[in-house]
Every structure is written in C-alpha cells, then in structure tokens.
C-alpha cells in the first residue's frame, strides 16, 4: 500500500461513498476496540479534532461536520457547501482543491498541550511539539486508508492560518489551530 500512496490533485466528478469518508475519517481519529484511537498521541492527550468540509457526497448533505471520535459520527455544525471559502485559504491551490468531494482539516487544541507538558524542556513547546507530531501521524492514516480505498488524497498544508481561523467556529473549532488540511475524493479518470 505504500508503494502506491500519492498526492492527488485532480478529483473526478464522481460523488465521495459516505462509508468511505467514514472509514478515512476513523483512521484519522477514529476509537479503536480497546478504548484508544488509531493513531498514537503523548500521555493519550488526544488533542486533535477533525472536521470534515463535505461537498459532494452521494449521502450527506452538504456541510461541515465535526467527527466525534468516540461515538465514531459525524456532527453537522454548518450546513452548505464550504468547500469553496475553505481551499480559498491556501496559499496556491484553491483551484483544484475545491473540486476535492471533500475537505479534512485536522485541528489541535496546541494550548491544552502546552500545558499539559508545561514542566518538560524545552519549556512552553514539547506539548505543541507533540500535536504537531500527531496531526502528521493522523494525516499519514488519512493518506494510507485512502490509498487502500482506491481514493485520491492530498495534504495541503500550505494555507494562511488568520483566514482558515475566520473561520471559526464552523471549520476550525473555537481554542484550536489549524494544523493540516486534506483533499479527499475519487481521482479524475476511470470512473471518476
Ligand atoms: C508538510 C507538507 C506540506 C504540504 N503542503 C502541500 C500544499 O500546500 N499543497 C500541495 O499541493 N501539496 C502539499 N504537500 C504534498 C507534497 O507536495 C507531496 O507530498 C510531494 O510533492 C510528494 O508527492 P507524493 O505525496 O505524491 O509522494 C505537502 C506535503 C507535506 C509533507
């Protein structure tokens, strides 16, 4: 599987299976049978948030969604397509991006980390450190189950972080920093 994993920036216009993006969005963040998730994380902290910019799904409405790890569903927090504002925040590639079926932002609350690790050096950003750490675990999941699923997926982690923060609370939930957005859908060609 990972000889094949790539970044895909052209998406068919085929509509995203709901079950998939369900299936990336555990191995994401997703609860594993024993209580934890399927991705490592410092101390179990957990600091991350997932939230899924839905545009063209062939069950779920438009919207953007919040996935909750432990209930393993997704929570409309916005209705629409947001898909557009979203792959405009990026430095170079809105004009791809938005034709993605959807978008995943992985957020962390880098705050909550900071203090939790405050009594270990470098002091003030070992706990920062780690939720960057575990949003490229995270975003490596998202890549190899899309991979698995013959789906295309991209990181695109070259955005403009005060535009993706305006906006808050839909796409980015309040207290949390953006850390890594994604590109998910079927590649364009064959039945895309
Ligand atoms: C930290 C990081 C940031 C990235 N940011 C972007 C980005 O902003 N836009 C983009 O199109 N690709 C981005 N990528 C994807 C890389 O361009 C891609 O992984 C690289 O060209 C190698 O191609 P491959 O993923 O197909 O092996 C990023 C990758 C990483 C690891």
């Known amino acids: 599987m990972l000889e094949g994993r790539r970044s895909t920036r052209e998406f068919g216009s085929r509509p995203l299976n709901t079950a998939q993006l369900a299936r990336v969005a555990w191995a994401a963040q ?4 024993d209580g934890r998730r399927t ?11 997932l939230t899924v910019v839905a ?4 069950d779920l409405a438009a919207g953007a969604y919040r996935y909750d790890a432990e209930r393993q569903v997704l929570t409309l927090v916005a209705e629409g397509d947001h898909r557009d ?17 959807a978008l ?11 203090r939790h690790f405050a009594d270990q050096p ?3 950003q070992r706990g920062p450190r780690y939720v960057w750490l575990e ?5 490596q999941n998202i890549y190899l189950q899309a991979t698995e699923a013959g789906l295309g997926a991209v990181l695109v982690a070259g955005f403009d972080d005060e535009r993706l923060l305006g906006l808050r609370p839909a796409v980015v939930p309040s207290g ?7 590109g998910l859908g079927h590649p364009a060609g064959g039945q895309g």
């Open 39 to 49: 991705c490592p994380s410092a101390h179990a902290l957990y600091p991350l948030t």
């Open 30 to 33: 997703g609860r594993t049978a």
């Open 55 to 58: 545009g063209n799904m062939d």
């Open 104 to 114: 995943l932002l992985l957020s962390g609350d880098v705050d909550a980390a900071a």
């Open 85 to 101: 504002r979203v792959a405009a925040t990026t430095l170079a590639d809105h004009a791809w991006l938005r034709r993605a079926a």
């Open 135 to 139: 949003a490229g675990h995270a975003g």
């Open 122 to 124: 470098p002091l003030g």
């Open 176 to 182: 949390q920093h953006p850390l890594a957005l994604f």
